[in-house]
């Protein structure tokens, strides 16, 4: 059994900073693409970034310029760096990873329980 536990989230104030962090952890053989997502009140959940075991960052268009995607390998942990926050940046943020059974090899796609960011004064 694989759990994501993310961490980080919080009320925060326009143009404001935050750090959100997610572990990986379980039987983990190796982890191939990590990334963010998010779901706004009465919207559907969008990608924010995604970064592979090796290789580009992808990022949406809305964060670009403003978030950071990066990993830390030896603790199965993503993290996002979230500068200047918007209020339309009020979603819960989700962490998603790819992990390889280290008894199978076989790749699960599993979700972190989210964490809440409302960006508000």
């Known amino acids: 059994q694989v759990q994501l536990v993310e961490s980080g989230g919080g009320l925060v104030q326009p143009g404001g900073s935050l750090r959100l962090s997610c572990a990986a952890s379980g039987k983990i053989g190796s982890i191939e693409a990590m990334g963010w997502y998010r779901q706004a009140p009465g919207k559907q959940r969008e990608l924010v970034a995604t970064i592979p075991s090796t290789g580009s960052t992808n990022y949406a268009d809305s964060v670009k310029g403003r978030f950071t995607i990066s990993r830390d390998n030896t603790k199965n942990t993503v993290y996002l760096q979230m500068n200047y926050l918007k209020p339309e940046d009020t979603a819960v943020y989700y962490c998603?990873?790819?992990?390889?059974?280290?008894?199978?090899?076989?790749?699960?796609?599993?979700w972190g329980q989210g964490t809440q960011v409302p960006v508000s004064s």
């Open positions: 998603d990873a790819d992990i390889v059974s280290p008894a199978t090899l076989g790749r699960t796609n599993c």
